[in-house]
């Protein structure tokens, strides 16, 4: 009965909810690889802290729900974080990927969350955290760079690593080519570590 087992694979997919504040690269990286039939997760919707997000119009051509909840339309920040919680469950959300979601959200929310929430940061963890990752990384003169997906915590690109992607920093490299670089590498390491928290294969131990 190949049409039961279908409906039964697609059930089984985790619902996952996406962050954005600009560009939406990871974003889209994430909606291609959702794409594929054994994937183990479905994008439900797009939430972005910004209302010119240029990720919103990709989601939107993809036919995925989108929401924006900016800060300055509510009185605080907690504030904003309720109404962005009220997105997520209204989705059934049962995972939350911030992919370029560049505030720092409530402890409350990242609680709740707890586990079920991943970030993906341009930098080989803990090494890096924060913004101009690149600058930083050529200022030290390491030999190596990257990125790491991890589970989210209430400290800024911290919390537990769920993959990490290594790429060499080359002679002459700016840190726009480093950037270049490394963001290769994040398109496929936040496909495949989604996919592993997805499966109950990566887990928030605490
Ligand atoms: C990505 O490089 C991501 O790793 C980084 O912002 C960029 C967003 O690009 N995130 C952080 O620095 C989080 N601390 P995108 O919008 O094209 O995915």
């Known amino acids: 009965m190949p049409a039961v087992r279908r409906f ?24 291609e ?25 990709f989601a939107a051509v993809e036919a995925i729900p989108t929401a924006v909840r900016s800060l300055r339309d509510y009185p605080d920040k907690a504030a904003a974080d ?22 720092l959200l409530s402890p409350g929310l990242v609680d709740r969350w707890r586990g079920r929430m991943l970030n ?4 080989l963890l803990p090494l890096h955290k924060g913004l101009h990752t690149h600058e930083q990384a050529l200022a030290t003169g390491a030999a190596e760079h990257g ?3 991890h589970f989210v915590t209430p400290g800024m690109d911290e919390g537990p690593s769920i993959l990490q992607t290594r790429v060499p920093v080359l002679p002459g490299d700016t840190p726009e080519s480093l950037a270049a670089r490394v963001l290769v590498a ?7 570590a989604l996919a592993m928290v997805a499966r109950g294969e990566a887990r928030f131990e605490r």
């Open 120 to 123: 993906i940061h341009p930098s």
């Open 147 to 149: 990125c790491t997906v």
């Open 8 to 31: 039964e694979s697609a059930t089984n997919k985790k619902r996952v909810a996406i962050l954005i504040s600009g560009r939406g690269s990871n974003m889209r990286a994430l909606v």
């Open 186 to 192: 994040e398109h496929a390491t936040y496909p495949r």
């Open 33 to 57: 690889a959702a794409k594929a039939p054994d994937y183990p997760a479905k994008i439900v919707g797009v939430l972005s802290n910004k209302a010119d997000a240029e990720g919103l119009a």
């Open 82 to 103: 309720v109404a962005i919680d009220a997105v997520l469950r209204g989705w059934h959300a049962d995972i939350v990927c911030l992919a370029g979601f560049m505030r």
